[in-house]
């Protein structure tokens, strides 16, 4: 049993040690989860070569029990939105979010996931994938180093290991609903504002001013 998980408040008789180990059930069930989680194999720019990079031997974060990278977000409990996030992407990563089942984290991985980066003026650029999903840990860069994601990846884990069973809201009573999915138009936007930009009138015209002959 790893020394982590041993409760220094319950001590146990010298005859027992290595033998028995006193934990309590949060430490338990946080430890499987904190040293198990599967990200989602999905990149969207050049942060997800340096997401790529942090798998290899180099750097191998399959140490933090992270190797198992998953096609289907079915299997997942991260997502790490590793570069530009596109309009024309949202819609995507907001299904695939919903598609996770709880417990789940996301990642805003770079300067674009978290603000938009270079390209946070650009037309087809949103500012920040938390607009759209709710972001957990944000690693800064362009791009972040391996070294970078490895920490950030660790701050999930201090994330998971300060969680109880007795407050965790996946245990509560009532359904998470899945986020609304929103919608690419002439700009992109979300379902739920559908019947208000319907209802919205064009700006009335300028008044032409007047030629006095
Ligand atoms: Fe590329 Fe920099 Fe954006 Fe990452 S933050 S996707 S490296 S431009």
Known sequence: ???????????????????????????????????????????????????????????????????????SPRQTDLMIVSGTVTKKMVPQIVRLYNQMPEPKYVMAMGACASGGGPFKEGYNVVSGIDKYVPVDVYVPGCPPTPQALLHGLMTVQKKIDGESLRTARWYRPEVSEALPIPVLGPDIFDPRDLEAIKNRRPAPAAESSEVVG
């Not at 599967?38 to 191998?60: H, K, N, V």
């Open 1 to 71: 049993m790893p020394e982590e998980l041993e409760n220094p408040e319950i001590p146990v008789p010298e005859e027992l040690q290595g033998t028995v180990t006193v934990t309590t059930l949060d430490k338990i069930y946080n430890w499987g989860r904190r040293s198990s989680v599967w990200p989602m194999m999905f990149g969207l720019a050049c942060c997800a070569i340096e997401m790529i990079c942090t798998a290899t031997s180099r750097y191998d974060f399959s140490r933090f029990g992270m190797e198992v990278m998953r096609p």
